[in-house]
């Protein structure tokens, strides 16, 4: 079966699935003024990694086997809307399906079956794992509502009935499969909530409620220079009895192994995070340094003292990467993981210096940050030539470009998209106390003690 | 003493206000500026026929912290209005005259301080002045009646519907039809703008002379109000983080509390800095008591440093919510209402839709269109984080400091 192109990715999205937005049911998302230009994304990625060689597939469904291959992957993914990054993190099932396969051999079968399948079909997948957890602190099996984690409310001879919520799901509407993982370890008396499967978009029972960081009322696309086109949706998945057949279930009751799927999924949802934060970093630097020259204090002792700082940041941020590849491993099916001590490590740094690094290009930028006149304003025939003449400054930016700048950092910073970015890069794939414990549990504690006993002559 | 409706209608007086590249025809009618003058209109209904505190000069601490806490309760334009009430402790007849009028006529001023690349000039003629240039970040611009316009040492009321005023607005008034997941910013937002004058002809006596001081004196309130409102806002994220901490059931989780103490510090700081600034209130040679400038440069620099620290803290105890929770209108929506009530709630005692409000104020606050506007404005206005510890720096008083670091080493 050959690829899909963007127009034949446009029309599967038209398949009765029950989406929500603002409060009304969507029939096309890709005629929704909010939905439209993340279609357009997706859409977008399908044509330009379209081949029509009936082998062909898109480089997220290589499962790394080398450095090489990773570096390809991370180059492909760089290329291609986020749910490609999603679909790819969920083929990390793979690496998981050895393990799940010695629990019930059907397992590895399905999970290979699956990942065939999507392969083929050439489908994108959410990574649907977070519930809707009641109360923080009790079990799953503790709660006064016992659809807070999502469970298996019946098990028929050629299926399952799933009931429940999934949370922050990143690109729901737009994808074909979302694949249903739990969320956290289970105990004994929680096989109800060990499960992990695959359920299509437009499931009897399934109910699909978005939230989007897309522009409100931006009819003026260069308003928005990022956010108009790499925006996307985060649904609410509604499970109402929804009945999943048993070659798409992947776990169903072993709670040894519930957050073994999840974990391998977050790593690599954390290793695409960490593998562009350098050259997300590098890119706040060059943003702010041209901020700094468009209001002519480039060379400003105190100015080159930011910079400095955010320099040294963009430069941790790729040594993170590097490390984690550096010291990647290899499992028995072959397949190669970053490390996840530098992952964690490298993904807590990023997230917790990223408002700083904010500060520093709002305060390079000043208040024409938040406050420039649009690009509308620029092309009205009464206003324009006021903008031209009152935004040139003396450091040879025309209006027009300091217009471009500014509302690119404002768009990415300081907007809707922007807090949008700051809230996931802090929480995506475990917040920052997550990151922590995974640091220290994968550090050397008992190396670091010996050379400190040596160090000290214990 | 005019209502709110009196003062809708005196906006319509042939302003020539551009948004989004278009012109408005008529301020009250624009569905994003009417945020702003519904705000703005508030509290003149809410002093109609009485005396609006922001035209009297507090003459001492009581009355400073009173001014201040109608400050904060009223809309931003009246911090702007009492800081051209502050001139008349500068002195000039002509300026008493006129704001004798902006107190007659209940009107609202701008202050319009900072230039854009083609600066201000008053020329003298046989009517008044002439002003040509542009001033940039004149909060409420489109909303209010005059500017007070600084150039050198001349200052000018000019009225916004003057001829030749052209003034190209913005606003981080949300801009969904639905605005209600909006909490905060759908009825608290003011538009700023860019003024361009263009040979605008002012009357003489709405020109004041011997203003190089003015600018100082014009925003000590808007500067005040920010030190104020920058305690309130740190004890908001206090209150939001424990709170919402509560509902997701993980007040008592350490990591929780460490943050939870960090944000409480924070708080606890800022409102130090801000009572310091009031207990230590200076004088003027008009009579009018202000905060201290010192503590109000260091903690703005302090609350600006660690502000976006706060606000992650924040996000990290409330999840990922924040920026997905369902609107009202989702909540309201038969087919889907009781499923998001269900899994939006976590416990007794939390109902879905209290829950989904926190994460709608979170949000709007601190993760979306108005407070990506409110934390730029508050870090960079007056010259940014730098030029606030430079400020601080300066108006520190060197000299005992030194004394003590001499005596301590045994320097005479």
């Known amino acids: 079966v050959p690829m899909m192109t963007g127009e034949q990715y446009r029309a599967s999205l038209i398949d009765g699935r029950k989406c929500y937005l603002d409060g009304e049911l969507i029939k096309d998302p890709g005629e929704h003024p909010l939905l439209r230009t993340a279609v357009d994304s997706v859409a977008g990625t399908y044509d330009r990694f379209y081949d029509p060689d009936p082998a062909a597939f898109h480089p997220m469904y290589t499962i790394p086997k080398s450095r090489e291959d990773m570096d390809q992957r991370i180059a492909a993914l760089g290329k291609s809307d986020i749910t490609a990054g999603t679909t790819a993190a969920c083929m990390a099932l793979v690496e998981v399906a050895p393990e799940l396969g010695k629990l019930r051999p059907e397992y590895r079968e399905r999970i290979y079956e699956f990942f065939e399948w999507c392969k083929e079909k050439d489908v994108r997948c959410s990574e649907a794992i977070t519930d809707a957890k009641g109360h923080r602190k009790k079990r799953p099996s503790q709660q006064d509502d016992p659809d807070a984690y999502v469970r298996v409310v019946s098990r028929e001879r050629d299926g399952i009935v799933l009931r429940g919520a999934k949370l922050h799901i990143t690109g729901a509407p737009l994808v074909h499969e979302q694949v249903v993982l739990p969320t956290k370890s289970m105990k004994p008396g929680e096989e109800q909530y060990a499960v992990a499967c695959s359920v299509p978009s437009n499931a009897e029972g399934l109910k699909i409620v978005n939230t989007t960081n897309a522009p409100r009322g931006g009819e003026d696309q260069r308003h928005f220079p990022i956010s108009h086109r790499t925006n996307m949706p985060e649904g609410l998945l509604v499970f109402d009895d929804v009945f999943v057949p048993n070659e798409r279930v992947f776990l169903d009751g072993e709670t040894s192994h519930a957050a073994s799927l999840a974990h391998a999924l977050g790593l690599w949802e954390r290793s695409n995070a960490v593998a562009y934060s350098g050259s997300s970093a590098d890119r706040l630097v060059g943003l702010a340094a041209l901020l700094a020259e468009m209001n002519g204090a480039a060379d400003r002792t105190d100015i080159r003292d930011l910079l400095s700082e955010m320099a040294i940041f963009a430069t941790m941020c790729r040594a993170g990467w590097e490390a984690a590849m550096a010291n990647a491993v290899t499992n028995e099916d072959g397949t190669l993981s970053p490390a996840s001590l530098y992952i964690s490590a490298s993904k807590f740094y990023n997230a917790e210096l990223h408002g700083k690094m904010v500060d520093i290009l709002h305060d390079i930028a000043g208040t024409l940050l938040v406050e420039a006149p649009s690009m509308a304003d620029y092309d009205n025939e009464e206003i324009g030539d006021d903008i031209r003449e009152h935004l040139a400054g003396d450091s040879g930016w025309s209006a027009q470009d300091r217009l471009k700048l500014l509302h690119y950092v404002r768009d990415l910073t300081a907007d809707t998209y922007g807090g949008w970015i700051a809230v996931t890069e802090s929480l995506a794939g475990g917040g920052q106390y997550a990151q922590r414990l995974v640091t220290l549990r994968h550090f050397d504690l008992n190396n670091a003690k010996d050379l400190a006993r040596k160090a000290v002559g214990l | ?412």
Not at chain 2, 53 to 71: H, K, N, T
Request: hydrophobic share 40%.
């Open chain 2, 1 to 412: 003493l005019i209502t709110g409706d009196e003062y809708r209608a005196s906006l319509r007086d042939g302003r020539a206000v551009w948004l989004d590249g278009a012109r408005v025809p008529d301020v009250t009618a624009d569905p994003l500026l009417v945020k702003s003058i519904d705000w703005v209109a508030a509290t003149y209904d809410r002093y109609a026929g009485k005396e609006n505190p922001m035209f009297s000069l507090p003459r001492s601490q009581a009355e400073l912290r009173e001014q201040i806490d109608f400050m904060l309760e009223n809309d931003r334009t009246a911090a702007t209005t009492a800081g051209c009430m502050a001139l008349t402790t500068l002195g000039g007849d002509a300026l008493r005259s006129y704001t004798a009028r902006v107190v007659k006529n209940d009107l609202r001023v701008a202050a319009a301080v900072d230039d854009t690349a083609k600066p201000v000039s008053v020329m003298p003629n046989k009517d008044g002045v002439t002003v040509s240039g542009g001033k940039q970040h004149v909060v409420g611009a489109a909303v209010v009646h005059d500017l007070l316009v600084l150039a050198g040492d001349v200052a000018v009321a000019v009225p916004v519907g003057s001829p030749g005023v052209r003034v190209i607005a913005h606003t981080p008034a949300p801009r969904a039809d639905d605005d209600r997941h909006f909490p905060y910013s759908r009825s608290h937002t003011i538009s700023e703008a860019i003024v361009v004058f263009d040979e605008v002809q002012v009357s003489g006596d709405r020109v004041f002379q011997d203003a190089t001081a003015y600018a100082d004196t014009l925003t000590i309130w808007e500067r005040a109000r920010a030190v104020a409102d920058q305690a309130d806002r740190a004890e908001l994220i206090l209150g939001l983080a424990q709170t919402i901490s509560e509902m997701n059931g993980i007040e008592t989780v350490s990591h929780v509390r460490d943050k939870l103490s960090a944000i409480a510090v924070y708080a606890k700081m800022c409102r130090a800095g801000w009572e310091s600034a009031l207990a230590n209130a200076r004088v003027t040679d008009g009579g009018m008591v202000c905060p201290d400038d010192s503590f109000l440069y260091a903690t703005k620099a302090y609350g600006g440093h660690l502000y976006s620290e706060m606000t992650h803290y924040l996000h990290d105890v409330a999840g990922g919510a924040v920026i997905t929770a369902p609107t009202i209108a989702d909540l309201d929506n038969p087919e889907i209402g009781d499923a998001l009530r269900k899994y939006m709630r976590t416990m007794d005692g939390v109902s879905g839709e209290d829950r989904t409000r926190i994460f709608h104020i979170i949000r709007d606050l601190f993760a979306d269109t108005y407070g990506g506007w409110d934390k730029v404005t508050n870090q960079v206005v007056g010259g940014g984080m730098h030029h606030q510890r430079m400020a601080t720096l300066d108006s520190y008083d060197l000299g005992p400091v030194k004394a003590r670091a001499r005596a301590a080493a045994g320097i005479l």
